[in-house]
């Protein structure tokens, strides 16, 4: 049975890192990202990246500042966070998604991934 766990979050402040770790078992997905929601809020799209790590998608509101890669001998998937920002502070879900990567807009759907992880809390104070 595939699973996702995260782990890597924490108490930061503003301008710190941080750096998420989500380890896939079970199965090797076509794509894999990962979401945030914050308290009030719908679970949004931050960062996807391919089965190859070739590919990867961004929110606009990460663009240079997080990088999500993968280590694939370890089937793990990392999300760097760089100049964190309070707006950062949110419960950040790992996904993995099982059938292919069909168009643009599969990457940024949370509807098309079928696999998701626990959560991991990211507090970022000014």
């Known amino acids: 049975q595939a699973q996702l766990v995260e782990s890597g979050g924490g108490l930061v402040q503003a301008g710190d890192s941080l750096r998420l770790s989500c380890v896939a078992s079970?199965?090797?997905?076509?794509?894999m990202g990962w979401f945030r929601q914050a308290p009030g809020k719908e679970r949004e799209f931050v960062a996807a990246i391919s089965k190859s790590g070739l590919d990867t998608r961004y929110a606009d509101f990460v663009l240079g500042r997080f990088t999500i890669s993968k280590d694939n001998a370890k089937n793990t998937v990392f999300l760097q966070m760089n100049s964190l920002e309070p707006e950062d502070t949110a419960v950040y879900y790992c996904?993995?998604?099982?059938?292919?990567?069909?168009?643009?807009?599969?990457?940024?759907?949370?509807?098309?991934?079928?696999?998701w992880g626990q959560g991991t809390q990211v507090t970022v104070s000014s």
């Open positions: 996904a993995g998604r099982s059938r292919p990567v069909w168009n643009e807009g599969t990457w940024r759907s949370r509807a098309q991934y079928n696999q």
């Open positions: 079970g199965e090797a997905f076509n794509a």
